[in-house]
C-alpha cells in the first residue's frame, strides 16, 4: 500500500514539478520546463515497458557490440543500464544529465548490477559537453521537449556524432489523444520535423510500432 502510495505521488510530480526556468517558446512550441529529480521514480515505473514497450524501441535502434552511443537527458539510468549491455564491454555508453542528483541515481544502479562501460557526464542547458565525431547514435527519450535551448544543444549533437552517427528521438505523440500524457509533454511529427531540419538534421528512418511514442532517426543534412 505504501508503495502504491509513493508510486502515484512520483507519477504525479514527474508531470507537474519541475527545475525552475522562464516559459519559452521554439517554433511555436512551447517549451516544458525540467523533470526535477524527485520525479525520478515515474521514470522507472513497473508499467513503463506496457505502456512504452521499452524492449521494442531498443530493439530498433539496431545497436552493435563494441558502438559508442550516448544517452542525453539521462535521468536514473533507465535506458542507459540497457544500452550498456547492448552495446557491451567494448562498447561505451556516455549518460548525460544536468542535475547531479539523476547522475548519482544512475551511478548507483550501475554499480549494483556490475557495468563498467558507463561513463556519466554533467552537463548544462546550452552544452552537453559531448566529445567530437564520437558517437554512432545519440539517444533522445521524452527529453528534447525539454531542452530550453534546443539549437544550442542540437548544434552541439550535430558535431559530436560520427559520419553516418544519428539521433533517436522518441517523443509522446501529440497526434493521439489517448496517449495519457500532458499536452505539453508531446509532439507532433510536423513539429519534429519544424524544429530539425533548419538545425541541419534529415529524417532518415520512422518506427512506427510503439504504443506511445514516435520514434524518429535523423542525420546530418548532406
Known sequence: MLLNLLVGCANAYAQEAAL???AKEYYGREIATTMHFLGAPWLVRESRQREEDCEKLLAALNLK?????CDLGCGNGFYTLKLAELVGEEGRVVAVDIQPEMLGMLRAAAEAVGLENIEPVLGTEVDPRLPA???????????????????EMLAAIRK???????IALAEFREEDPDVPIKPLHKMSKEQILREYAP?????????????WQHLMFFGETE
Open 20 to 22: 525552475a526556468q522562464p
Open 65 to 69: 557490440p563494441g558502438q559508442t552511443v
Open 133 to 151: 565525431e564520437t558517437f554512432d547514435l545519440v539517444l533522445l527519450v521524452d527529453v528534447y521537449h525539454e531542452f530550453s535551448h534546443p539549437a
Open 160 to 166: 559530436s556524432l560520427k559520419p553516418n552517427g544519428r
Open 199 to 211: 538545425n541541419g538534421y534529415r529524417l532518415v528512418e520512422e518506427y512506427d510500432d510503439l504504443p
